[in-house]
Structure formats: C-alpha cells, structure tokens
C-alpha cells in the first residue's frame, strides 16, 4: 500500500532490491564523483534560486507569456554564468538544464551558433570587433540560412550578397518570396544581427554560399532598419518559448568587413579567394549536430526516469481474482517497451560523450590546418545526430503512452520533453537527408574497399567475409552481438552499392541509380549507426574502470540493447542466413531473461541519472513517488479553477439551457 507521506512504499522497494550502489553508477556516467558533485553544485544553484520559481509554470503559459518569461529565464541565467565565472560548455549545460528545463531559449540561437560562428569563420580582427559587443548582449544575434523555399538544399538558397567594388560594400536582396529566411531561431523578435548565408556575387560571378554580418534592428529603438522585414513566424508544434522568424532583405548595403572571412576572402577590387574546403563554412552545423546527440539522450533519459518511476508506483489490474494489483512495472509488455528505451537513454549518452570528444578533437585538427579527418567528423555527427533524434523522439513518446492518461497531461512533463526533441529529427538537417549524406561516406568507403585501399578504423567492419555465418550461442556473447550487427551493415552497404552499380549497367546515369536506390542507401546508413552505437556501448562497458556491481549491471543493460535490436529488425539479420532458426529463438529466448534481469534494477538505473524533481517538473516521476496527491495538486492549481463557475457559464450554457441562442445570430 503506497502510504501518502515520505518515499511510496513500493518505490521504497526498488530501491532496496537493485543489486548496485546507484552512487557509483552516476559516477560513472558523468565521469567521476567530482564530475558529479559538480553537476549537483550547478543543479542545486539553478533549482534553489528563488528567481526561477516565480513564475507560473509553463503550461498554464500563453504563448507571449512563454516567450517573455522563458526571455527573462534565460537573460538571469547569462548574467549568473557571468558572476559565477561558469565558462566551460558543459558547467553552461548542467546549470540552465536545471534552470529552465526543455525551454528553449529565445537567445539560445545566439549562444549555439551566432557566437561559435563569429569564433570559427571570423577573422582575428572581426572577433576583436564582434566578440566583446555579441557578450555583452549589445549585439543580439541569430543564424539566419535557412529560407522558405530551401533548407535541405543549401547551395539552392536564393538570397543575394552582391559586392559593388566602388563603394567596398556588399549589397543583400531576398529576390522572391521564397527567398526570405524562415526559421532561424530568436530571429522574430529578439535580434539585432544575424549571421545572413547568401550566395556571393563578385565579378560579375557565383561564387557559392558565404556567411556575412547584417545588422537587422536599430540598436537604441530595436526597430527595424531600412530595407529590413522581420517578424515571428507565428504558433508551431512547440518551441512557444523560441520567436524563430522571417526575414526579407531589400537593398541593404553592408561593408566588405561583414562578410565572415577566415576562410574564403573578397579583396578590395572583388577579387575572390577560395576557402581551403568549400564545406568549412558549414562548420556550425556540425558543431550542433554533435551537440544533439547528447541533448536527445538526456531527452529519453529523463522520459524514461518518469515513466519507470510511475511504473513502479501505479498498481494495475488484479493478477488473479481478489489479489493485490499489480505494480505495472510487472507486466512483460510494459518491460519489453520500457527496458529496451532504458538502455537507449545509456546507449545514447554514451554516443553523445564520445561525439562531444571527437568534435573536440577534430575541430582542433581543423582549426590547426589538417582538414583530412573532416569528411568522418560529418558522416559521423550527421549519422549520430540523425539515430539519436529518431530514437529518443520516438522513445520519449512510448514513455509516454507507457504512463495510460496521466502520460497525457503535461502534469507528466512528458508532452514539454517531447515537443523540444521532436524537432531534433529536422533541424540542423532533416534526419533522411543526414543519413543519405551518411551513405555518400559508405559508399566512398565501398570503393576504397574495392581498390583495397586502407580503411578508417571505424570503417574496417566493411571488409568482413559476408558467407560468415553468426558465432552466437546460448552464451550470448557481447562480440558476437556486434559482429551481427557489422555484418548486417556491412552487407547493407554491399546490398545498396549493387543496386547502383545494377542501375548504372541498365544504362542509368549515377545521378540516377543513386536516385533509384536512396531507400536501401539508408537503411545501409541507419544499421552503420546502429552499428557504430552498439559496439561503442560494448566498448564502453567492457573496456572502462568501473565499480564490479555496476559493471555486471550494465553488461545486461547492454545486452538487451544489442538483442532487442536484433529481435526488432530480424529481416535484416537473417536474410543471408546469418543468423539459423535456432539462433533466432536463442535471442528471443535471451531477451525476455534479459527484461527479467534488469527488473530489479530499473529504478537505480534511472535513480542513478540523478535528476532532481525540480528538473523533471513531473507530478509522475517525482522521487518520493507520491504522484496521486502531486496529480490532484496540479489539477486544483489549474488557472481553470480558479473560479468555481466560469463566466462561460452564465453567457453560453445557462442561456443555451433556456433555448436562447441569441448570442450567435450578433456574430
Ligand atoms: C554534455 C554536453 C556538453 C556540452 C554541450 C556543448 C555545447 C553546447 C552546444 C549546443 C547546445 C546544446 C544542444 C543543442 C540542442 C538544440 C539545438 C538548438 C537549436 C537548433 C537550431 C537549429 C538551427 C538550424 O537548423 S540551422 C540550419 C541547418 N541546416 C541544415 O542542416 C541544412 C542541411 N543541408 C546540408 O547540410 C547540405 O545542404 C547537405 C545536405 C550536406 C548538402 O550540401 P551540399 O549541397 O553543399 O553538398 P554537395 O552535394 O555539393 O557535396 C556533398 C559533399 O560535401 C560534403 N559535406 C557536406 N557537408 C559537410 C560538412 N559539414 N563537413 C564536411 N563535408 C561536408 C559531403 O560529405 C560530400 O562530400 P563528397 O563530395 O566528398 O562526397
Ligand atoms: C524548430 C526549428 C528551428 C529551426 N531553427 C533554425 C535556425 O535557427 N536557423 C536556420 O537557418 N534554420 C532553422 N530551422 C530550419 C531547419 O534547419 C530546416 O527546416 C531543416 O534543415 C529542413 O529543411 P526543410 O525545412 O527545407 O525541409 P525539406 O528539405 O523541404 O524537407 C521536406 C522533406 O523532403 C525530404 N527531402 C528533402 N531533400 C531531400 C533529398 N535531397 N533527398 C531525400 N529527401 C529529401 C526530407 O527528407 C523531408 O522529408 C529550424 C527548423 C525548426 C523546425
């Protein structure tokens, strides 16, 4: 019996039975116990600071008030990382995580990528110039690419930067309708600058997209300046809190200094100079794809912390007539869709550590003169980036249809979750067109395997002998689940290079057979992430330095990572026969012990996320587990009840009661 006081009894249980110290799994995940504490130090000044609670929460919100107070959220939160000297990315992460948690920042744009930008594609004298005014907020900046006709296509982008030698200026144009940018985020109402991408004409020539600096709104008044038409774009799926806006440029006239010039150059006679990688001025999108990664594994992870924890609580159905009812957590369906998303959430934080170290590591490359690692940083962020959104988007969402009707209301906190990573799956590249760039990398990797040329490391999978059949037994081993998965992508890949190869005999052009097989191309693409995510997990639990229990723990954490996948997409595993009829019932077999293993360990394996009510903002996921009295709270603090008999009542139904509809002819 759950008692109304203190910790649920039932969740009190949990947390007796797991077989780890939840403390060490956290350490583990955030990479050491200062790691840790220091984590908890930033949660604990976000969620103790009276300024952040002053606020009605955001569902009872309009959309204006969304904006307003997620603005006022967010300029208290730069002020703070100021005075508390919080300058690393990640202590910036931890303490608006907990600040404002899943709203995004309407100067969010600003932060993410107008000052990266300014940082990677500026010259030294255009960073002295801008850095210091875009830190002090004088200077209020978005990224400004994408148009209403074209944001896959970017070469495609029809806005024009047109220099005119005489006066050593470049002049912008939105030409079409279509041309206006739409979009970009903070854009609408909060910017005074944008980082405008536009194809530059010198000479009478194209020379492709570049990046310049438009000043938008005057910077005393805020209104825009001549030549300028901006605004917000109006209500979306989400993203309330986020003025993402149009914008259309008529004649504006900029100096030669605005255009971002570390790279590519207009001297002052409109000679150009090329960049070292036409692609380098894409370098911001990189930057955020890398950072999605994580952002949409904390997404699953604390969806899945809600939903396991109300799991445990809500009791369900008795299980024979006049018996105690269930705790949900208990019935195999509700574990076969949780546990698999639990593993996820790990599997994807993972991913997301080893992106953010790999960004780190190549862009240092870069930025040091070796491009040579830059094709695998895209196919690598663009394909992480691509699977984590899709899993955790659609993940979150089954933890929330895993919680009945209450998953429905946003006392869940599950809807707010949702709607800010769902959008993941789009921006910084639509997820089919990342995962196509991801095929244009294999299929480069293809040919050098033909040629027997070398092969990255993350790539030699590729050259495995495909008449191999699967070393699986009872045992389930871990490096037999990977080999499954790298020959499943390994013959993908073979799969879409001779669909091409068959079109291009047929007398297809490439342009055409790679048109004719872009469906295979992805699923050659989607199980290379799958792939490179499970052998990183194996990698992670069998090769680090972690607490015995823990380690045990997530080893099966692991495994029924690897094996749902398996039972998931068995087409592709056993259409060459790798995997017999045996194996097959082996895996089945194995996945419903592994659900059966990690039950007594699916509440410290959320436990140890080690997210503070305050974050979750969840009525179903609180830590004590007293939901009903959290639930029935929220109802009665519902703006709806604040009058037991609406105004509604006495101009529409009293009158609507006696027959009188009066009211609706005046219309
Ligand atoms: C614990 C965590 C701690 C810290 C976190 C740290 C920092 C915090 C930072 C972030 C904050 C946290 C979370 C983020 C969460 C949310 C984000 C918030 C807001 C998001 C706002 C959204 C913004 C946007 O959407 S901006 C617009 C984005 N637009 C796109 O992405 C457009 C997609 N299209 C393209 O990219 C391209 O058009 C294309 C599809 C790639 C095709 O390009 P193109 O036509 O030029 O290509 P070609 O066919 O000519 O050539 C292909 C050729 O080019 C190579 N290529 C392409 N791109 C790249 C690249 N980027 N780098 C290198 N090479 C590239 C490609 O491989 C081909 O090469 P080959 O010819 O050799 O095959
Ligand atoms: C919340 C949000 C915030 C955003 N913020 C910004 C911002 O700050 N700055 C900015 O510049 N932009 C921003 N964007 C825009 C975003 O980057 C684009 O919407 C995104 O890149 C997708 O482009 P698109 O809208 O043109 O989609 P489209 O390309 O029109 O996609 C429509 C469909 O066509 C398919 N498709 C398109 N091209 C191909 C192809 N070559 N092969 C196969 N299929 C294809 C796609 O898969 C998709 O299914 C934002 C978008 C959203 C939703």
Redesign the pocket.
């Known amino acids: 019996m759950a008692t109304t006081t203190g910790v649920n009894s039932d969740l009190a249980k949990e947390r007796n039975n797991s077989t780890f110290d939840v403390e060490e799994l956290s350490n583990f995940i955030y990479r050491g116990p200062e790691k840790v504490k220091r984590r908890r130090y930033l949660h604990n000044l976000a969620t103790k600071d009276p300024f952040f609670r002053k606020f009605k929460p955001w569902a009872f919100q309009t959309r204006e008030e969304q904006y307003e107070i997620c603005l006022q959220k967010h300029l208290y939160i730069n002020k703070k990382c100021k005075e508390l000297n919080l300058t690393e990315?990640?202590d910036k992460?931890f303490y608006t995580e907990a600040a404002a948690p899943h709203e995004?920042s309407p100067i969010?744009?600003h932060t993410?990528?107008f000052i990266p930008t300014i940082e990677k594609q500026g010259t030294e004298e255009q960073k002295k110039r801008w850095l210091p005014l875009a830190e002090s907020l004088k200077m209020i900046g978005t990224?400004a690419?994408?148009e209403m006709g074209h944001?896959?296509?970017?070469?495609g982008l029809e806005t024009t930067a047109t220099y005119d030698p005489r006066t050593r200026e470049f002049i912008l144009n939105s030409p079409t309708i279509t041309s206006m940018k739409y979009?970009p985020?903070n854009l609408g109402k909060t910017t005074n600058h944008c980082l405008v991408m536009a194809q530059l004409y010198t000479q009478g020539k194209n020379c492709g997209i570049h990046m310049f600096m438009v000043q938008i709104r005057d910077l005393e008044t805020h209104m825009p300046l001549a030549g300028i038409e901006v605004g917000d774009i109006g209500p979306k799926f989400g993203y309330g809190t986020n003025d993402n806006g149009f914008l259309r440029l008529s004649n504006v006239r900029i100096p030669r200094e605005n255009m971002l010039m570390r790279y590519s150059k207009v001297l002052e006679d409109g000679t150009y100079v090329k960049p070292p990688n036409a692609?380098i001025a894409?370098?911001s999108?990189?930057?955020?794809r890398a950072?999605?990664v994580?952002?949409a594994a904390r997404a699953l992870a604390q969806a899945c912390v809600i939903s396991i924890r109300y799991s445990a609580v809500r009791r369900q159905t008795e299980v024979s007539p006049g018996g105690e009812e269930a705790q949900i957590i208990d019935y195999q369906t509700q574990q076969y869709r949780l546990f698999p998303l639990l593993a996820t959430s790990y599997a994807m934080y993972f991913a997301?550590r080893f992106m953010?170290d790999f960004y780190l590591k190549t862009t240092a490359e870069i930025e040091g003169g070796n491009l040579d690692s830059?094709?695998q940083?895209?196919?690598i962020s663009a394909g992480l980036k691509a699977f984590s959104s899709w899993m955790c988007s659609a993940g979150v969402e089954t933890c929330r249809l895993c919680c009945g009707g209450h998953g429905y209301s946003h006392a869940s906190g599950l809807p707010k979750i949702y709607i800010d990573v769902v959008p993941?799956c789009t921006?910084?590249?639509?997820n089919n067109?990342m995962m196509l760039?991801v095929a244009?990398?294999l299929m480069?990797m293809y040919g050098k395997l033909q040629n027997g040329e070398a092969l990255p490391t993350f790539m030699q999978y590729m050259s495995t002998d495909l008449n191999k059949k699967s070393c699986m037994t009872e045992e389930v081993a871990l490096n037999c689940l990977v080999m499954a998965y790298e020959h499943r992508a390994a013959r993908m890949i073979r799969d879409a290079a001779a669909s091409m190869e068959k079109l291009v005999q047929s007398g297809k052009s490439p342009v055409e057979a790679w048109n004719g097989s872009t469906v295979m191309l992805t699923w050659a693409a989607i199980a290379h992430c799958h792939a490179f995510v499970t052998k990183l997990f194996v990698e992670t639990v069998v090769k680090s330095r972690m607490d015995s229990k823990v380690q045990s723990a997530l080893t099966s954490l692991c495994k029924l990572y690897a094996v749902h996948g398996i039972v998931e997409n068995l087409g592709g595993f056993i259409q060459d026969q790798f995997f017999d009829s045996k194996q097959v019932k082996i895996l089945q077999k194995k996945l419903m012990q592994l659900l059966a293993e990690i039950r007594p360990n699916a509440v410290a394996f959320v436990d140890a996320f080690d997210y503070p009510d305050e974050v979750l903002q969840s009525c179903l996921g609180r830590y004590d587990g007293q939901v009903y009295q959290a639930l029935y709270d929220y109802a009665k603090s519902s703006p709806m009840n604040e009058k037991e008999v609406l105004d509604s009542y006495y101009k529409y139904i009293k009158p609507a009661q006696n027959g009188k509809y009066q009211q609706y002819s005046k219309l």
């Open positions: 990315p990640v992460f995004n969010g744009l993410v990528m990224y690419q994408t944001g896959t296509f970017i070469r979009w985020g692609k894409y370098g999108m990189v930057l955020v950072a999605i994580t952002d997301g953010y830059m094709p940083l895209h196919a993941g921006y910084e590249g639509e067109v760039q244009r990398f480069k």
